[in-house]
Protein backbone atom coordinates (compact mmCIF):
# COMPACT_ATOMS: atom_id res chain seq x y z
CA UNK A 1 0.00 0.00 0.00
CA UNK A 2 1.39 3.74 -0.23
CA UNK A 3 3.06 5.69 2.34
CA UNK A 4 2.08 8.63 4.00
CA UNK A 5 4.59 9.22 6.74
CA UNK A 6 4.29 11.98 9.81
CA UNK A 7 6.94 14.37 11.88
CA UNK A 8 7.46 14.33 14.49
CA UNK A 9 5.52 11.46 16.11
CA UNK A 10 5.51 13.31 19.11
CA UNK A 11 5.72 16.59 21.17
CA UNK A 12 5.77 18.06 24.32
CA UNK A 13 5.72 21.71 24.29
CA UNK A 14 4.90 24.24 26.76
CA UNK A 15 1.41 26.47 26.86
CA UNK A 16 1.33 29.41 24.81
CA UNK A 17 4.02 27.51 22.08
CA UNK A 18 3.45 26.80 18.38
CA UNK A 19 3.98 23.40 16.95
CA UNK A 20 3.99 22.37 13.42
CA UNK A 21 3.51 18.86 12.18
CA UNK A 22 4.77 17.23 9.04
CA UNK A 23 2.19 15.25 6.46
CA UNK A 24 4.24 13.94 3.48
CA UNK A 25 3.11 10.97 0.76
CA UNK A 26 6.20 9.16 0.25
CA UNK A 27 5.86 7.34 -3.06
CA UNK A 28 2.46 9.06 -4.78
CA UNK A 29 1.36 12.50 -5.06
CA UNK A 30 -1.27 14.19 -2.93
CA UNK A 31 -3.29 17.26 -3.75
CA UNK A 32 -5.08 16.52 -1.21
CA UNK A 33 -4.65 15.76 2.25
CA UNK A 34 -6.62 15.64 5.19
CA UNK A 35 -5.85 16.27 9.18
CA UNK A 36 -7.42 14.55 11.45
CA UNK A 37 -8.19 14.72 15.84
CA UNK A 38 -8.49 11.53 17.97
CA UNK A 39 -9.45 11.92 21.13
CA UNK A 40 -8.43 9.45 23.81
CA UNK A 41 -10.95 5.85 22.98
CA UNK A 42 -12.82 8.18 20.36
CA UNK A 43 -13.15 8.09 16.81
CA UNK A 44 -11.18 9.99 13.77
CA UNK A 45 -12.66 14.09 13.59
CA UNK A 46 -12.06 15.50 10.35
CA UNK A 47 -10.61 18.98 11.14
CA UNK A 48 -9.72 20.41 7.58
CA UNK A 49 -9.09 19.25 4.31
CA UNK A 50 -5.73 20.27 3.00
CA UNK A 51 -5.41 21.48 -0.87
CA UNK A 52 -2.22 21.75 -2.69
CA UNK A 53 -1.93 25.33 -4.51
CA UNK A 54 -4.97 26.81 -2.53
CA UNK A 55 -6.64 27.50 0.75
CA UNK A 56 -7.42 25.01 3.34
CA UNK A 57 -11.06 23.83 3.74
CA UNK A 58 -12.17 23.64 7.55
CA UNK A 59 -14.87 21.85 9.19
CA UNK A 60 -17.31 23.63 11.54
CA UNK A 61 -16.12 24.49 14.81
CA UNK A 62 -11.93 24.64 14.25
CA UNK A 63 -10.32 27.76 14.05
CA UNK A 64 -8.78 28.49 10.98
CA UNK A 65 -6.10 30.76 12.76
CA UNK A 66 -5.21 28.49 15.63
CA UNK A 67 -4.36 25.43 13.11
CA UNK A 68 -2.92 26.65 10.04
CA UNK A 69 -2.55 24.34 6.95
CA UNK A 70 -0.29 24.35 4.53
CA UNK A 71 0.00 22.30 1.67
CA UNK A 72 3.29 23.50 0.16
CA UNK A 73 4.04 20.46 -2.73
CA UNK A 74 2.54 17.80 -4.13
CA UNK A 75 3.96 15.58 -1.46
CA UNK A 76 4.23 17.58 1.82
CA UNK A 77 1.26 19.45 3.93
CA UNK A 78 1.84 21.20 7.27
CA UNK A 79 -0.10 21.46 10.09
CA UNK A 80 1.23 24.22 12.73
CA UNK A 81 -1.27 24.35 16.11
CA UNK A 82 -0.38 27.85 17.30
CA UNK A 83 -0.64 29.15 20.57
CA UNK A 84 -1.19 25.79 22.42
CA UNK A 85 -3.31 25.08 25.18
CA UNK A 86 -3.86 21.53 27.29
CA UNK A 87 -6.79 21.29 25.79
CA UNK A 88 -5.12 21.43 22.39
CA UNK A 89 -3.25 17.61 23.68
CA UNK A 90 -4.54 15.28 21.06
CA UNK A 91 -3.58 12.56 18.88
CA UNK A 92 -3.19 14.73 15.35
CA UNK A 93 -3.40 12.04 11.86
CA UNK A 94 -3.06 13.03 8.76
CA UNK A 95 -3.88 10.91 5.65
CA UNK A 96 -3.98 10.99 1.85
CA UNK A 97 -5.86 9.56 -1.01
CA UNK A 98 -3.92 7.75 -3.78
CA UNK A 99 -6.09 8.32 -6.70
CA UNK A 100 -3.49 11.39 -7.86
CA UNK A 101 -6.28 13.62 -7.37
CA UNK A 102 -9.09 12.13 -8.74
CA UNK A 103 -10.91 11.07 -5.40
CA UNK A 104 -11.12 11.13 -1.95
CA UNK A 105 -11.19 7.45 -1.70
CA UNK A 106 -8.88 5.00 -0.06
CA UNK A 107 -7.02 7.09 1.67
CA UNK A 108 -4.05 5.83 3.88
CA UNK A 109 -3.00 7.52 6.96
CA UNK A 110 -0.11 8.62 8.46
CA UNK A 111 1.29 7.03 11.72
CA UNK A 112 0.15 10.26 13.62
CA UNK A 113 1.41 12.75 16.42
CA UNK A 114 1.08 12.70 19.76
CA UNK A 115 0.77 16.30 21.37
CA UNK A 116 0.80 17.08 24.85
CA UNK A 117 0.86 20.60 25.94
CA UNK A 118 1.81 21.19 29.58
CA UNK B 1 -24.63 15.63 6.22
CA UNK B 2 -23.69 11.95 6.36
CA UNK B 3 -23.98 10.61 9.42
CA UNK B 4 -22.71 7.04 10.46
CA UNK B 5 -23.57 4.58 13.32
CA UNK B 6 -21.74 1.45 14.52
CA UNK B 7 -22.44 -1.01 16.55
CA UNK B 8 -21.58 -2.50 18.92
CA UNK B 9 -19.25 -0.32 20.64
CA UNK B 10 -17.24 -3.34 22.64
CA UNK B 11 -17.39 -7.11 20.97
CA UNK B 12 -15.64 -9.65 23.31
CA UNK B 13 -15.36 -13.20 21.28
CA UNK B 14 -13.33 -16.19 22.29
CA UNK B 15 -10.73 -16.93 19.72
CA UNK B 16 -11.61 -18.84 16.55
CA UNK B 17 -15.31 -17.83 17.13
CA UNK B 18 -16.48 -15.21 14.30
CA UNK B 19 -17.23 -11.37 14.92
CA UNK B 20 -19.63 -9.11 13.01
CA UNK B 21 -19.38 -5.80 13.14
CA UNK B 22 -22.41 -3.41 11.78
CA UNK B 23 -22.72 0.24 10.35
CA UNK B 24 -25.26 2.26 9.42
CA UNK B 25 -25.16 5.77 7.49
CA UNK B 26 -28.00 8.14 6.70
CA UNK B 27 -26.82 9.59 3.00
CA UNK B 28 -27.96 7.45 -0.09
CA UNK B 29 -25.64 9.48 -2.50
CA UNK B 30 -22.91 7.77 -0.30
CA UNK B 31 -21.23 4.77 -2.57
CA UNK B 32 -17.84 3.73 -1.13
CA UNK B 33 -17.38 2.21 2.32
CA UNK B 34 -13.79 1.55 4.01
CA UNK B 35 -12.64 -0.80 7.45
CA UNK B 36 -10.13 0.35 9.27
CA UNK B 37 -8.34 -0.89 12.06
CA UNK B 38 -6.53 0.66 14.70
CA UNK B 39 -4.21 -0.53 17.18
CA UNK B 40 -3.71 1.35 20.73
CA UNK B 41 -1.61 4.59 19.69
CA UNK B 42 -1.20 3.68 15.85
CA UNK B 43 -2.26 4.64 12.92
CA UNK B 44 -5.25 3.32 11.26
CA UNK B 45 -5.02 0.76 8.52
CA UNK B 46 -7.39 -0.33 5.64
CA UNK B 47 -8.26 -3.77 5.89
CA UNK B 48 -11.22 -3.95 3.23
CA UNK B 49 -13.51 -1.38 1.34
CA UNK B 50 -16.55 -1.96 -0.92
CA UNK B 51 -17.98 -0.13 -3.19
CA UNK B 52 -22.09 0.42 -3.93
CA UNK B 53 -22.00 -1.30 -6.82
CA UNK B 54 -20.85 -4.58 -5.29
CA UNK B 55 -23.18 -6.24 -2.12
CA UNK B 56 -19.91 -8.65 -0.75
CA UNK B 57 -16.57 -8.58 -0.74
CA UNK B 58 -14.33 -10.89 0.70
CA UNK B 59 -10.47 -11.07 1.72
CA UNK B 60 -9.30 -14.10 3.29
CA UNK B 61 -11.04 -14.59 6.78
CA UNK B 62 -12.41 -10.59 6.14
CA UNK B 63 -15.25 -10.15 4.55
CA UNK B 64 -17.53 -7.25 4.18
CA UNK B 65 -21.42 -6.65 2.64
CA UNK B 66 -23.54 -4.03 1.58
CA UNK B 67 -27.01 -3.28 1.57
CA UNK B 68 -27.45 -0.35 -0.43
CA UNK B 69 -31.09 -0.42 0.17
CA UNK B 70 -31.35 -0.51 4.30
CA UNK B 71 -28.40 1.59 3.93
CA UNK B 72 -26.59 -0.83 6.12
CA UNK B 73 -23.13 -2.60 5.83
CA UNK B 74 -20.88 -4.71 7.91
CA UNK B 75 -17.51 -6.18 8.46
CA UNK B 76 -16.90 -9.87 9.22
CA UNK B 77 -14.18 -11.96 10.40
CA UNK B 78 -13.96 -15.76 10.99
CA UNK B 79 -12.16 -18.15 13.04
CA UNK B 80 -10.81 -14.56 14.94
CA UNK B 81 -7.05 -14.25 16.38
CA UNK B 82 -5.74 -12.50 19.57
CA UNK B 83 -4.14 -10.37 16.86
CA UNK B 84 -7.51 -9.33 15.64
CA UNK B 85 -7.63 -7.58 18.87
CA UNK B 86 -7.53 -3.35 17.90
CA UNK B 87 -10.30 -1.16 17.71
CA UNK B 88 -12.39 -1.37 14.11
CA UNK B 89 -13.92 2.07 12.61
CA UNK B 90 -16.13 2.03 9.78
CA UNK B 91 -16.31 5.09 7.15
CA UNK B 92 -18.85 6.39 4.66
CA UNK B 93 -17.94 9.13 1.73
CA UNK B 94 -19.73 9.72 -1.47
CA UNK B 95 -16.80 9.56 -3.26
CA UNK B 96 -15.29 12.25 -5.39
CA UNK B 97 -13.44 14.46 -3.39
CA UNK B 98 -16.25 14.41 -0.42
CA UNK B 99 -14.64 13.58 2.54
CA UNK B 100 -14.98 10.32 4.85
CA UNK B 101 -17.20 10.04 7.89
CA UNK B 102 -16.15 7.33 10.80
CA UNK B 103 -18.38 5.91 13.11
CA UNK B 104 -17.60 5.73 16.59
CA UNK B 105 -15.48 2.95 16.35
CA UNK B 106 -16.04 -0.94 17.69
CA UNK B 107 -13.57 -2.23 20.38
CA UNK B 108 -12.72 -6.18 19.40
CA UNK B 109 -11.27 -8.22 21.76
CA UNK B 110 -10.18 -11.77 21.26
CA UNK B 111 -9.55 -13.75 23.90
CA UNK B 112 -7.15 -17.02 23.69
Known amino acids: GAVVSQHPSWVICKSGTSVKIECRSL??????MFWYRQFPKQSLMLMAT?????????EQGVEKDKFLINHASLTLSTLTVTSAHPEDSSFYIC??????????????FGPGTRLTVL | GENVEQHPSTLSVQEGDSAVIKCTYS??????FPWYKQELGKRPQLIID?????GEKKDQRIAVTLNKTAKHFSLHITETQPEDSAVYFC???????????FGKGTMLLVSP
Open chain 1, 95 to 108: SAPTSGGQSADTQY
Open chain 1, 50 to 58: SNEGSKATY
Open chain 1, 27 to 32: DFQATT
Open chain 2, 50 to 54: IRSNV
Open chain 2, 91 to 101: AASIGGYSTLT
Open chain 2, 27 to 32: DSASNY
